[in-house]
């Protein structure tokens, strides 16, 4: 990982106090999945807040916290691309966040990332949640692109000898829309948390990077704490 990267790690998942803490102030790929119009704002402006139902998790998202170490130790040995635990930001934004699976630099100096699932059921394309969620992280990370993994199981027990796989190639034009609807997600949180109108904005000066692939061509974002 390069020191680039290294500098923009803000917790490690394995800390889960500190990840749940990080992660509360900014926006996630797992807040940005279920993004896709003006009612999900609303749902997901609950869900941060805690306003509306929680998920504690089941007996599915078990078998997927016991069986990633294994699929991501597949995902080193035929990919290269290592296990990650880390809480990364942006490079603009900062309230920008995402926790990918799987992280490394090719020799080419591009980043490439890792996504890891477990289902019981067979697909034949992948969900539209999961792919925000890469998308997300595409964002987050400056990733190229994604290796998606999935471990279709019965009953908990893996039915293939391999999980399957498929590269997912960065889609800016996917990513532009998903940092308009977490824009007005953060809006609704400052407005929910303050009581007031969100500031007005004033442009960001564009990295060289993302100057050079127009990634980040959005406002400053405030967030209250």
Known sequence: ?????????????????????ARARGITATDVAGLSGEASITRAADAKLGAGPRFGGNAYTDHGRRREPEIAAWVAATHGILPSSALFHAEVEKRHLATPDGICVDGDGRVLLAEIKTTNKSWRTIPRTYLRQVWWQQHVLGAERTLFVWEEHDDFNPIH????????????????????????????????TTGQAPPTRTPLAP???????????????????
């Open 161 to 192: 000898d391999e999980p399957r796989s498929v590269w997912i190639e960065r889609d800016d034009k996917e990513i532009g829309q998903l940092v308009a609807l977490a824009t007005r997600l953060i809006d609704e949180l400052y407005r929910r």
């Open 1 to 21: 990982m390069t020191p680039e990267l290294q500098a923009r790690i803000l917790a490690d998942s394995r800390d889960r106090v500190a990840w749940l803490r």
């Open 207 to 225: 990295s060289r990077r993302s100057a050079l692939r127009e990634r980040d061509m959005f406002r400053a974002l405030a967030l209250s704490e």
